[in-house]
């Protein structure tokens, strides 16, 4: 009787523990808290006939390592831009005094000669790429004829004033027809090499009001504006998800693409990030899983920071069909940098590059844009042109050099990749400095996506799928 009783006593516990899990497992399972981490994604990419689980193992299995190499070679390393141009938009608010803030420049007898010869002609909009030549000179230059050969085959270039002017507003329409982007005057004042692999993106403490009017500025007054009543207090209220899927295809794409580089950029800050000073003052950086999840969390963003992630993988498809889309001229092209083994190597991973990408087929579709009455068209592309020149252009306005400088480079890329998309590729004319920009940018969404699926490792405990992945020590971070 003695061993009924203790048995009936068993079977009752256990019924009740049984009882305790189920019910805190259907807890768990309707807030998502355990099952499911807010950055697992998955599903169709938004307004992309892919989904975002093909993409993830895309480039996290055979392109990020590709790229990662690509990235360091001379031709792609090396990134001339203009730090000091002031803002056009509100006065200058003055540059942040961080130490990180900082961009180490490179002396001019570190940059190949190849690089330097080639952006000394026609404000840089002379044919990027040249077959090599043996050698250099002394100076530095990669012009191996005499003086006298120079001094001979000089052109007279001079012209009058007057056909200086009308040649000036000639080329400056032909020029920028087909950009997105405001590129640097390659002769201007303040033009400087810089070495992207010595001045990583990361964490620098830029913040407060400057970074903040920045962003503001591109949402609030560059992005398109959903339908909104009378009595509205502006927009920033309204672009949602839901109020940006109930605009057209074109205005989602400007918007998807804005919020997917800020997503990539927020990223990079998030897994580059100052965890400590160290001992004796060495600096340790890495994953800030905090940081990530303040920033992407659908609790402290509204519901809207999944969204926002899924968006990077839009950008990254918008940029992987260009690079597909100009894979033609990139391949019939030697890049020149004056150095011929690094040249040679070079070739062989750009191509390596280009096959791996035409081995997805999914990209986007652009032809899908711009359709319907021509002049209407017309006028929403002119307008979603102007609106990204513009946003170029507050790239200026960024305070910290550091973050102007990257800033640039991926607002310069994506503004080459819309270029590339939206242009005839008869008419189409890239210099270097967008070829440079292109693929670095492309080099940054490749990196958030490798991120997203370490910070997911890290948040759900699992880290299998991480030791699976290539190391993340990337020169480009």
């Known amino acids: ?21 189920l019910l805190d497992a259907q807890k768990h399972n309707k807030s998502g808290a355990l099952h499911r981490c807010f950055c697992e994604l998955d599903g169709q990419v938004d307004d992309c006939n892919c989904k975002v689980e093909s993409v993830a193992d895309f480039n996290n299995l055979k392109i990020y390592e590709r790229l990662r190499t690509l990235l360091t070679r001379n031709f792609f390393k090396f990134f001339k831009v203009n730090l000091d141009k002031t803002c056009p938009f ?9 130490e990180s803030c900082a961009v180490c420049p490179c002396p001019d007898d570190q940059v190949p000669c190849g690089l330097k010869d080639k952006e000394e002609i026609s404000h840089g ?25 120079i001094r001979l085959s000089a052109l007279d270039t001079t012209i009058s004033k007057e056909s200086e002017a009308a040649f000036k507003t000639w080329t400056e329409h032909d020029d920028n027809s087909a950009d997105f982007c405001e590129l640097d005057d390659e002769q201007s004042v303040g033009m400087q090499y810089v070495d992207m692999t010595l001045n990583p993106e990361r964490y620098t403490g830029y913040k407060g009001e400057s970074a903040w009017r920045i962003w503001n500025s591109i949402y609030n007054e560059n992005c398109f504006k959903p339908d909104q009543p009378a009595n509205s207090e502006g927009y920033k209220s309204l672009l949602t998800d839901k109020s940006v899927r109930e605009m057209c295809l074109e205005k989602r794409v400007f918007y998807r693409l804005v919020s997917g580089l ?42 809207e920071g999944p969204i926002r992630l899924k968006n990077l993988y ?32 070079l070739q062989d991973d750009v191509i390596d590059v280009l096959h791996t990408i035409k081995q997805f087929s999914n990209h986007f579709n652009e ?22 020149l513009n946003i170029s252009r507050i790239m200026d306005c960024v305070g910290c050099d550091k973050c102007k400088l990257w800033g640039k480079l991926q ?38 996506i490798y991120e997203v699926r370490e910070f997911q490792a890290l948040l759900s405990g699992d880290t299998a ?4 992945m290539p190391s993340s020590k990337s020169p480009f971070l």
């Not at 600096?283 to 969390?297: A, I, M, S």
């Not at 839009?314 to 011929?340: H, M, S």
């Not at 032809?367 to 990204?388: P, V």
């Not at 310069?412 to 008869?426: R, V, W």
């Open 125 to 149: 909009k002379e044919k990027y790429l040249k077959e090599p030549e043996a050698g250099g000179n002394a100076d530095g230059s990669c012009d191996s004829r005499s003086d006298e050969e």
């Open 314 to 345: 839009f950008t990254y498809l918008v940029v992987l069909r260009a690079i597909a889309k100009a894979a033609p001229l990139f391949e019939q092209e030697t890049f020149y940098t004056g150095e011929d083994k690094e040249d040679e190597r």
């Open 465 to 468: 799928d991480k030791e699976k």
């Open 367 to 388: 032809s899908t844009m711009f359709q319907g009455d021509k002049l209407q068209a017309k006028r929403l592309k002119d307008e979603f042109r102007n609106h990204f």
């Open 262 to 303: 800020h997503s990539s950029i927020n990223i990079h800050l998030c897994a580059n990030y100052l965890l400590s000073g160290g001992l004796f003052g060495v600096e340790t950086w890495g994953l800030n899983v905090n940081e990530f999840k303040k920033r992407f969390d659908p609790e402290t963003t509204d519901g």
């Open 411 to 448: 607002i310069q890329g994506l503004g080459t990749a819309l270029k590339i998309l939206f242009s005839s590729p008869e008419s189409l004319s890239l210099r270097r400095q967008e070829i440079v920009a292109l693929f670095n940018g492309f080099g940054r969404l490749s990196s958030s």
């Open 1 to 21: 009787m003695v061993y009924v009783m203790r048995l009936m006593l068993l079977c009752f516990c256990f019924v009740c523990l049984l009882d305790t899990v």
């Open 90 to 98: 509100w006065p200058d608010d003055g540059s942040c005094a961080l």
